[in-house]
């Protein structure tokens, strides 16, 4: 599975921007698929995880009620939504891809989180000006 992210770009204080995130191959549906970012000098971040099925998702406390990941199967694509962005939301964002057997199910969100993917995109830079 190959990802590619597109979408990033600068953008002001309370702004809205949309990542996507497009895979190759046919086993997308097999996949959850993740969001992170690392911002310059800081340690990668997890900013939250949807199911193969789409039916769940997970965010961390950091974007909760601000970001929403989406999906779409039949174009093999995951979207990242970022509303009311900050400053602090400035890195690279990454998509990556996580066999999922449970469909979302607790012990994947936990894999997830702690970095336990198989398959990185190569990041899209996200700078957000004060």
């Known amino acids: 599975v190959q990802l590619v992210e597109s979408g990033g770009g600068l953008v002001q204080a309370g702004d809205s921007l949309r990542l996507s995130c497009a895979a190759s191959g046919r086993t997308f549906s097999s996949y959850a698929m993740a969001w992170f970012r690392q911002a310059s000098g800081k340690e990668r971040e997890f900013v939250g995880v949807?199911?193969?099925?789409?039916?769940?998702?997970y965010y961390p406390d950091s974007v909760k009620d601000r970001f929403i990941i989406s999906r779409d199967n039949a174009k093999n694509t995951v979207y990242l939504q970022m509303n009311s962005l900050e400053p602090e939301d400035t890195a690279v964002y990454y998509c990556?891809?996580?066999?999922?057997?449970?469909?979302?199910?607790?012990?994947?969100?936990?894999?997830?989180?702690?970095?336990?993917?198989?398959?990185w995109g190569k990041g899209t830079l996200v700078t957000v000006s004060s």
């Open positions: 990556a891809a996580a066999l999922d057997f449970s469909n979302g199910g607790p012990d994947l969100v936990v894999a997830v989180r702690a970095g336990g993917v198989d398959y």
């Open positions: 949807i199911s193969w099925s789409g039916g769940s998702t």
